[in-house]
């Protein structure tokens, strides 16, 4: 099933990611849109949440544990081992452009948390 997206800017009006296979298996899901990164965490991988607002701001850059298959999307809490997610680049709905933007975490309850964010090379 391919996953559709409704934008109102920056915001997630509606998508039926919720209902597909890769939510069911606990797969987050990379998407952009008015400079900002969304990532949607689907209810198998909610208990996520609770490390990802100890974050300051985020990074979202290649891989180092996964080098060219996934993107590691970090969490920065100021410490020396930040919480990070690593994202299949199959699950993630355009190429990454380096530079500053935000990073929203969506479930399908809504938006749990805004932060600033940079996008590595």
């Not at 949607?40 to 490390?51: C, D, F, Q, S």
């Not at 979202?60 to 690593?86: K, M, N, Q, T, Y």
């Not at 709905?93 to 500053?100: F, N, S, T, V």
């Amino acid at each position: 099933m391919p996953i559709k997206i409704q934008n109102d800017g920056p915001e997630l009006r509606a998508t039926n990611y919720w209902d597909s296979e890769q939510a069911a298996a606990g797969l987050c899901y990379l998407t952009a849109n008015a400079g900002t990164w969304r990532l949607l965490v689907p209810e198998a991988a909610e208990g996520a949440l609770e490390e990802m607002r100890t974050g300051r701001s985020a990074i979202i850059e290649p891989s180092i544990h996964l080098p060219g298959r996934c993107w590691d999307v970090v969490f920065d809490d100021g410490s020396d081992s930040p919480f990070s997610i690593a994202v299949d680049r199959r699950q993630v709905d355009r190429p990454m452009i380096a530079g500053h933007c935000r990073l929203a975490v969506w479930t399908a309850r809504g938006k749990q948390l805004d932060l600033a964010c940079e996008v590595g090379p």
